[in-house]
């Protein structure tokens, strides 16, 4: 088995082909207990910013390796998109040498602009200034968390990318009925034993038909329930082989229809794809 950092150095795929098999699926989930490094904790907020409505969880795959210009452009749109629209923001990590599906390192609380605007009006001063701190403070851990789970790459000699499982842990147990978005950090080729989106020669890649992969998907209870999710794809495609920044344009948009259609089949409202820098905006 050869993970990402070996296929960038020697251009050996990481598995032939695409096997469903049920043992492998054992032996990734007994690997989860992660070690990666987090920033502190958000500081619990006292002062009534509710983060009502949008939900945002924002996935950073840890095998993908954004150079510093991408990682800082990811950053800027996610936090302007939080300190216009608010609400409940999470950042997690997945993948790498621990195999890790999901390690959540912040979650805050943000108010969007009609309650930033009601704020303005409480009765005490007081209530008002500790409103703005907690605001301030919710948006500091936030941007922290975005720095350092950007930052936080792991391509060792045993790392995976489980993507398809990391967005069914993600997204297993939600209220569905509230709106969502998953934001997916990674350059979208999923690599564990089992199921690779590598060639088996060669530098390119090999991807699965649509309904194989989803039906390997659904036998392995993996398939996520993405039903009210809105799905934007950051960095998908990037390519850091050879100091390239993007795949090939095949390769790139044969990963975008893959990636779509299998969101379709999970249910999710809709997909938004930046190729390889982020998009403008999120659909929030």
Not at 93 to 106: F, P, Q, S, V
Not at 157 to 186: I, K, Q
Request: glycine content about 10%; overall charge positive; aromatic content about 4%.
């Amino acid at each position: 088995m050869m993970d990402k950092k070996i296929h960038r150095r020697t251009g050996l795929a990481a598995i032939a082909g695409v096997v469903a098999t049920t043992g492998c699926d054992r032996v990734h989930r007994s690997a989860r207990a992660a070690q990666v490094p987090s920033p502190a904790s958000a500081p619990v907020c006292a002062a009534g910013l509710s983060g009502a409505g949008i939900r945002v969880d924002v996935v950073i795959d840890r095998t993908t390796v954004f150079d510093a210009r991408a990682r800082a452009d990811i950053a800027r749109v996610l936090l302007e998109a939080a300190e216009q629209h608010g609400g409940h923001w999470s950042v997690a990590l997945t993948g790498g040498r621990d195999a890790a599906l999901i390690r959540k390192i912040t979650a805050v609380q943000l108010a969007d602009a009609g309650e930033r605007e009601k704020l303005r009006w409480r009765d005490s001063p007081a209530a008002r200034a500790r409103a703005g701190r907690c605001q301030r403070d919710q948006q500091e851990a936030l941007a922290s968390a975005l720095r350092a789970g950007l930052g936080d790459t792991d391509t060792g000699l045993d790392g995976y990318s489980p993507l398809c499982e990391a967005m069914h842990s993600l997204l297993a147990g939600r209220n569905a009925t509230r709106r969502t978005v998953v934001v997916l950090a990674s350059d979208g080729v999923e690599n564990v034993p089992g199921r690779s989106f590598y060639a088996s020669r060669g530098r390119g890649l090999q991807l699965p038909a649509v309904d194989r992969l989803v039906g390997e998907l659904q036998r392995q209870a993996i398939l996520p329930d993405a039903s009210n999710v809105a799905v934007v794809h950051v960095g998908l495609g990037w390519n850091d082989i050879d100091r390239a920044a993007v795949r090939p344009t095949g390769e790139l948009a044969a990963l975008e229809r893959l990636w779509k259609a299998l969101w379709a089949a999970a249910g999710a409202s809709s997909v938004t794809v930046g190729r390889p820098l982020p998009v403008s905006g999120l659909p929030l």
